[in-house]
């Protein structure tokens, strides 16, 4: 009985060792690491004639890839049309998560770039109400920097504007910027981050192959404009649109409409040093004050009439009628 289990104790062990040794023949190869810009052995994941062509050239630098990722959330006690807004912005934005609310402090920046490393995002759209009035908005790249306030005017949602233009969700968009984004350095940089911002990367895996609709940034009066418009195109079989056939295509607006004015470029993430300024932007709560001084000074100059009117009366008292009581009854 105790040689039977010895000889079926052996056949086991030979035919486990036989079975890691089958294994370590076909096991894959070990997978490079992943990097931001793509794998660090590009030669080994490229496609073979990209290999091909990399090895006739000598090239080994790693190919790009885009893994852009932005976190989109707000603050507390935020406004519903704001918030709108900011729902809108994430159903624009395939590659974008959303995230629960953030109380508005100092201690903002810490809190958030803690978020985006923990959501493993390499931007972000902060939505920060105050006031329950005015709205900014803080356009960062994570954990190094720059990053841009903006004020935000003008905002109209799609639920308010209810335009008839309608696009595929999770589509890519086509960027158009106005030619004076060139003009001067700060307005290249805001150029380059909404780019890195709206642009959908390509074959993200919640985006769409195709391209239906633009994106339009353009600055009227130092402040950037936002549209979203719908590339339509006939659907008729017999009126199908040539390559290029620009001419048939018309533009449709879909929504939201939104209207920034920068007020700071700072080097890093949510603060730093100040790389950018702007010397015309006036805040909300002086504007304010200013319509508050003008109502103020309207009830100022009627109290000062008033108390002119009795002042010239006590100086051209009349002279008492001596006949005022002559046809008064007794």
């Not at 070990?30 to 660090?40: D, F, N, Q, S, V």
């Not at 091909?52 to 190919?63: C, T």
């Not at 003008?154 to 106005?178: I, Q, W």
């Not at 895996?205 to 418009?229: A, G, L």
Request: glycine share 6%.
């Amino acid at each position: 009985m105790g040689k039977g289990k010895g000889k079926k104790r052996k056949q086991e062990e030979e035919a486990l060792q036989a079975k890691k040794a089958k294994k370590a023949d076909s096991s894959a190869p070990i997978r490079p690491a992943r990097t931001l810009t793509g794998w660090k052995d590009a030669d080994a994941h490229a496609s073979d004639d990209h290999g091909i062509e990399a090895e006739a050239q000598g090239h080994n630098s790693p190919s790009f890839r885009n893994k852009e990722k932005v976190l989109v959330t707000c603050s507390r006690r935020i406004n519903f049309r704001y918030r709108h807004l900011m729902l809108n912005v994430v159903s624009l934005l395939p590659h974008s998560k959303k995230d629960s609310k953030v109380e508005s402090k100092e201690t903002k920046g810490a809190t958030l770039n803690e978020l985006i490393d923990l959501r493993n995002c390499s931007s972000c759209l902060f939505f920060e109400c105050r006031k329950a009035k005015d709205l900014y908005l803080w356009m960062v790249k994570s954990p190094s920097g720059p990053s841009i306030k903006f004020l935000v005017n003008a905002v109209h949602t799609m639920e308010e504007l209810k335009l008839t233009g309608n696009h595929l969700k999770g589509s890519r968009p086509v960027l158009s910027f106005s030619t004076n984004f060139d003009d001067s350095p700060h307005w290249k940089l805001v150029k380059e981050m909404l780019t890195q911002m709206f642009g959908t990367p390509k074959e993200h895996r919640k985006s769409k192959p195709f391209h239906d609709h633009v994106f339009v940034f353009s600055i009227v009066d130092d402040h950037v404009w936002f549209r979203n418009y719908q590339i339509s195109v006939p659907h008729n079989e017999m009126d199908k649109v040539d390559k290029g056939g620009l001419d048939k295509m018309t533009l449709i607006e879909v929504g939201p409409r939104f209207c920034l004015n920068p007020i700071k470029i700072f080097g890093g993430s949510f603060g730093g040093p100040t790389l950018y300024e702007n010397p015309f932007y006036v805040s909300p709560n002086q504007i304010r004050a200013l319509e508050k001084k003008k109502k103020a000074s309207k009830y100022v100059t009627k109290v000062k009439a008033k108390t002119r009117r009795k002042i010239h009366e006590m100086e051209n008292a009349l002279v008492p009628d001596e006949f005022a009581d002559l046809w008064k009854e007794d």
